[in-house]
């Protein structure tokens, strides 16, 4: 039985990133997901500013096509907002790149605080961590898999307004399974999460402190059960993880 309430107390107040916010810009091959889930986290502090550059219809979403595209934005024009203790990153999923991957690290090299954050097979892999530890996925060997497969053990899919803030589980499970050889369930996404949460960790350890003062007893294992069968706990509704 899914609860329905209505309270929309806020979790955050937004804060604009100052002028001497740090930057880390995103680029990713995936045109919605990946932008829907790390805008979660822009404008929580005002430490830390997220640009992610999400492709366009026509964009080469290649590993070779996002260094690209990345150049093109930051280097050939010498970005005036981007400084030396900047980050950027390149999100990619491991799909049928092969030489390319290791090229795009390759390249990342030559540049200062350039980096990979690649998931094998795709982006689901970061998400299932939210929620869920290290399981068995022999059989879960390409994103079409992953994408039902989290579907069916998530009821009505990983929601980006509301299970984001799950972040710091996702740390710890994703690197608890971490291999070097980035065989399947690998995922170096937690890398880049490292690089901005501890400008949000405040913020994000207060919001979850308010579930638990809003829910009487209930610890946050039981908000995450929860979570994962798509139930709202008595007394209080995930709604209130909606970013405004």
């Known amino acids: ?11 955050y107040t937004r804060e604009e990133p100052t002028k001497d916010a740090k930057l880390i810009i995103i680029y990713c091959e ?17 430490k830390i500013r997220l640009e992610v550059e999400a492709p366009s219809q026509h964009d080469n979403t290649s590993p070779n096509g996002l260094y690209k595209k990345a150049v093109g934005h930051i280097i050939d024009t010498s970005n005036p907002k981007y400084e030396k203790d900047d980050e950027v990153w390149f999100v990619i999923d491991t799909d049928e790149w092969g030489r390319q991957i290791e090229e795009l690290r390759a390249n990342c090299l030559i540049q200062e605080n350039w980096s990979v954050a690649q998931s094998n097979p795709c982006f689901e892999v970061w998400l299932f961590y939210h929620l869920f530890p290290f399981e068995s996925f022999d059989k879960m060997k390409t994103p079409k898999g992953w994408k039902q497969y989290l579907n069916g053990k998530l009821v009505g899919g990983f929601d980006s307004k509301k299970h984001s803030i799950l ?8 690197k608890s399974k971490f291999d070097e050889t980035m065989d399947i ?14 400008f949000v960790e405040d913020k994000i350890e207060e919001a979850l402190r308010k579930i638990e003062v809003e829910i009487p007893n ?6 995450i059960e929860e979570l994962r069968k798509g139930i709202n706990v008595e007394g209080f509704s995930f709604d209130e993880l909606e970013r405004k």
Do not use: C, D, H, W
Request: net charge positive.
């Open 218 to 223: 209930v610890e946050t294992q039981k908000v």
């Open 30 to 46: 995936g045109k919605k997901r990946e932008k829907q889930y790390f805008n979660y986290f822009s404008e929580i502090s005002s």
């Open 1 to 11: 039985m899914i609860i329905m309430l209505r309270s929309r107390k806020l979790l």
């Open 185 to 198: 369930g690998s995922t170096e996404i937690f890398k880049l999460a490292e690089s901005f949460y501890p």
């Open 167 to 174: 972040i710091k589980t996702a740390i710890e499970n994703a």
